[in-house]
């Protein structure tokens, strides 16, 4: 009846006492069958080994590690490459030699590989240094526990201890082939790097070449070097301007002294020569009777008479050489006034000459510095870019060469074993005891499931059940109110010989529904 209304707790206790044969008859019975079915399972051994990671005999500030990989990918990759074929078969071999392994290799590796469990470490019990009671504490240090399971001890054992051999190995080798990988790639990269640096250089020392005196830092060098060249343009245009205003000058003055000179020349002849020659004589003979020979009037008169006396000898000549051109003798007759203005003249021309050819350097080299100063923008930044480039490419060659040398101190921490190592703290150990099966677990499994047996099967009974038992039963069974409740007076009925036995106790009522 208990679909038909709401159960209370008294109702679940009444079930339970009614029920609890039921439920006591199979959760007493299951543990002992699951018990004995334990013994139908062929035992297993398991073998474990705990494998300690030991950190680096060198600081990390000194020497960086080799593998960044977490732990826990490393050991599964270990784990892969101990569990190959290739890796297995020797083993399997040396193992087949002791008597330990036999069957087909392909099975014994399929085996292997299923029997094998990996365990992480997260914290084992470590000595402390500290006094007398031998007292441990907690401390996490990183390792990870080879289990293997196999149908005997010593088999367990051997596996065990040959998977964390060639665990260890390859973890040596892989450390090694990374620095020493690294090294080489490293080395490659740097060769590359100065190669790549080496053709920067070159490209810096052609621009150098090529924009030579137009480099950014020559740029106000040049600026100052383009004054100056101003600045002597102006004072040679000054002197070019006042050497061509001083020859036309000269050759006026020359224009003058030649056409006195020719017009006193044309009037002359040597009749009147030789008077002025008298006179001056006669003159010069009583100046010197009044004066001393450093008389200004007694040289003065002698430089005359010297002179009248050189024409009369060139005329002398002149009339003894006829063949004579007039352009000679009038040369030859020249005073020296007029040589010295033509003297002055020539001297003049050659300041001019140079003047000029100076003038159209200082252009020249005015027109080369002006193109420098203008190119020096674009000039600038085709360097820039260059530097730019350099400096990335040494830079560059610069953190290679600094990590090819980090990476060849790993290598050689690795070789001395200064880096970080594995090592076996705990040996496979040879197990005393199955892992499987847990004859206990069997038991605890057979008591769970006889509780569930049992009361699966008292709750099957109770719906089953269609007793009207109570107050509660009857208003759910027929839906009708209660008008009055009659207790039972009868005496109790029973057979003494405990057949058929009938009772009612005096707790009850008969309920009667109108």
Sequence with gaps: MIENRELTMDDYLAMLRRRLKVILIPTLLAPLIGFGVSFFFSPKYTSQTLILVEEPKVPEGYVQPVLSQDLGQRV????????????????????????????????????????LQVLPVVSVAVPTPTGGGGSKKKSDVPGFTLAYTASSPREAQAVDAGLANIIIDENLKDREAVAQNTTDFLTRQVEDAKRNLDEQDAKIAAFNKQYMGQLPGDADNNLKILIGLNSQLDANTQTLNRAQQDKAYTESMLAQQLAAWKSSQTATNPATLQQQLASLQTQLLSLQARYTDDHPDVVKTKRDIAEIQKKLDQLNKAAANPSATADDKENLSEPPEIRQLRMQIHQYEQVITQATRDQQKLQESIRVYQGRVALSPAVDEQYKQLTRDYTTAQTFYDNLLAKKSQSEVQVAAEREQQGEQMRVLNPADLPDSPSFPNRWLFAGGGLAGGLAVGFGLALWLELRDTS??????????????????????GLEVGHSNGAGKKSRSRGEKETVEV
């Design 468 to 489: 009207v038992r109570t107050e509660d039963d009857v208003i759910a069974v027929l839906e009708l109110p209660t008008l009055s409740q009659v207790p039972w007076v």
């Design 76 to 115: 599964a990759t270990l784990e892969a490459r101990a569990t190959s074929a290739e890796r297995l078969r020797p083993m399997i071999q040396s193992l087949n030699q002791q008597g330990l392994l036999k069957g087909n290799v392909d099975d014994i590796i399929e085996g292997i590989r299923s029997g």
